[in-house]
């Protein structure tokens, strides 16, 4: 049967059972006659609206404990007076609740059925009960227990037949987990059934407002508290949800947005029957998450996605099948109500989680919030996940240059100079071969600290030293690897209590003080080189001094700026990217001095 039809065929069934209890309803108004207990009527009615509203928690779900009121009421009063009083309250219940308008009339039609065929077999039965010469308890325990186990086979005969209809599916784990619930519900009723004509028995005096309140007090007290506590449960299991979420969305591995883990997370704390989550790359979209969800075609064609993309705002469908809103087609054709909500940052339409149930106006106003909430930071991480991979390829295209300029201003150079020498050398090989032979063996020198740099531009390519050993241990571990190659004296002191720094400090520092150490070796000529790092409560100094020939700061930067090369205008770039202070003085034949200062600096991290 098609969903349509199949639909179709629910519609009427349940509109036929509404005409029906309808139907009794109004012939038992009609039928009303004064009431004479109205205190006990009104006591009655609002114990029937706290049970109702406040179903009680038996085995996997939910039901309303309710039977023993009404069945009070109808030795009471009749069944005239019960049938409104129950179908008032449910009415009533249904409304506050927020119900579709189909349930609101249902239910109420549905359980003045009930109660009208269970009290019916009763009084049909009632020559048989009496037949069975049973003492005036017993008599009612077994009234009682018969009008009880009618009312439970009608009731969920009814619905069964509503389920088995609609086009949801209606396995038999489903009836089993709903039928068991419902028998717990009536094994409740049937203990206090007889605890009723067990007190009712021992004659202690007049039964008024206080009597009835009393005896039902506990069960209603007791369904109250139930079903407020494993609310609250409910309500904590979706906090820690998306506790869990919001914790692993801000430990995600940088630039990798992925989210599969999470995904019974997210159905505790969205609670749909079908949800999606699509997450736009480029012009296209792809699928990040989903639950009870085949997999979907045509996502960039899809009218919800195309409409979301213009308006950019949530969108909540209470029906789709009276909606005018345009609909998915990539969530489950039989669900009744569907919640959209985008993924923005600054205007910018990132994602969008779909989400669908299976009843109409199933989304409340507190759903909506707590989603809304839940997709913002969603959003947050996208973005978040989006500037770094911006970032790690601005750091990459940077690398790219630095070995560039290191190729340029080292061993392109020396190459250069040395294909010239030998240029040189071959042409004076055969009329000065003493001139030839002093250019080769220079080449060869020249070559030699070609290749050196070019094993030290590979080794830069590594992971960065800080990263292995730390600033310390990184300044310390090349120190140790020149000494043995350079002229110059080298002392390295750490002052103060040495602490772990921010990671991109670290590299920044190691950089700046990289470089610095290159141009020493390149052009100071230095003979001692002495290396600081000074541990202050708010800073962190690094100081680098050679006695070197030294340089005109001025002349420097317009040189450097006529060949391209960096030198000082890199190590202040390197400063400014952490927010430090670099001081450079230097003047000919005196020697160089670069102090950073990296301030507010927290203590704090562990030692070394």
């Not at 003045?112 to 009960?129: A, E, Y």
């Not at 508290?225 to 430990?251: D, Y």
């Not at 080189?529 to 002349?555: A, C, N």
Request: charged share 20%; hydrophobic share 45%.
């Amino acid at each position: 049967m098609a969903t349509e039809q199949r639909e179709k065929w629910a519609t009427y069934y349940m509109s036929s059972i509404t005409l029906l209890g309808g139907s009794i309803l109004i012939w038992s108004i009609l039928q009303l006659e004064p009431i004479t207990n109205l205190w006990i009527l009104l006591l009655l009615f609002a114990l029937l609206v706290v049970s109702e509203y406040y179903p009680m928690p038996v085995w996997r779900g939910f039901t309303a404990i309710s039977f023993p009121i009404l069945y009070v009421s109808f030795l009471i009063f009749d069944f005239t007076v019960t049938a409104v009083i129950y179908a008032i309250a449910v009415f009533f219940v249904n409304v506050v609740k927020h119900r579709p308008l189909r349930i609101i009339l249902f239910n109420p039609a549905q359980l003045t059925i009930c109660l009208f065929v269970s009290m019916q077999c009763i009084i049909w039965l009632d020559g048989w009960v009496q037949s069975l010469s049973l003492s005036d308890a017993w008599l009612g325990i077994v009234q009682f227990t018969l009008m009880q186990l009618v009312f439970f086979v009608i009731n969920n005969l009814i619905v069964d037949i509503v389920l088995i209809l609609r086009p949801q599916r209606y396995t038999v784990q489903a009836w089993m987990t709903k039928t068991l619930t419902e028998l717990s519900a009536v094994s409740i009723s049937l203990i206090y059934g007889g605890m009723l004509y067990v007190l009712g028995s021992q004659n202690r005096g007049n039964v008024d407002v206080i009597t009835y309140f009393f005896f039902f007090s506990p069960l209603v007290g007791f369904s109250l508290l139930s079903s407020v506590i494993v609310r609250l449960g409910a309500e904590k299991r979706r906090m820690k949800a998306l506790f869990h979420i919001t914790s692993q969305l801000n430990q995600l591995v940088p630039g990798k947005f992925q989210l599969t883990e999470l995904k019974k997370s997210f159905q505790d704390f969205i609670h749909a029957d079908s949800f999606i989550l699509l997450i736009k790359a480029g012009n296209h979209w792809k699928v990040q998450l989903s639950h009870a969800v085949d997999e979907p075609d045509a996502i960039d064609s899809d009218p919800a996605v195309n409409a979301m993309i213009i308006k950019k705002e949530h969108l909540i469908i209470r029906n789709t099948r009276t909606a005018n809103d345009a609909k998915t087609n990539l969530l489950p054709p039989d669900l009744r109500s569907h919640a959209y909500f985008p993924l923005c940052v600054e205007g910018e339409l990132l994602g969008l989680l779909m989400a669908g149930r299976n009843r109409s106006n199933s989304f409340t106003d507190e759903d909506v919030q707590s989603i809304a909430t839940l997709t913002n930071q969603l959003a947050i991480a996208l973005k978040s996940s989006q500037l770094v991979k911006e970032k790690e390829k601005r750091v990459l295209l940077e690398e790219r240059n630095r070995i560039a300029r290191d190729i340029h201003d080292g061993i392109a150079q020396t190459l250069a100079g040395v294909v010239m020498k030998l240029e040189t050398a071959e042409r004076r090989m055969h009329t000065e071969p003493e001139i030839a032979l002093s250019l080769i063996d220079t080449s060869i020198i020249q070559l030699r600290q070609g290749l050196k740099n070019v094993r030290e531009s590979i080794y830069a390519l590594r992971p960065d030293p800080t990263e292995r050993v730390g600033l310390t241990g990184a300044i310390a571990a090349k120190l140790e690897a020149i000494r043995s190659e350079e002229p110059f004296d080298l002392t390295f002191e750490v002052k103060g209590h040495e602490r772990e720094l921010p990671a991109e400090l670290e590299k920044e520092m190691y950089a700046i003080f990289h470089e610095s150490l290159q141009n020493v070796k390149k052009h100071a000529q230095a003979k001692t080189l002495d290396v600081s790092l000074d541990y202050q409560d708010q800073q962190v100094i690094m100081r680098i001094t050679d006695d070197g020939k030294g340089f005109s700061l001025y002349e420097a930067l317009v040189e450097k700026r006529k060949l391209s090369h960096f030198g000082i205008l890199q190590l202040h770039q390197s400063a400014e990217k952490i927010g430090a202070t670099l001081h450079v003085n230097s003047e000919p034949g005196v020697g160089t001095d670069i102090t950073l200062t990296v301030s507010d600096v927290p203590e704090g991290g562990h030692n070394r």
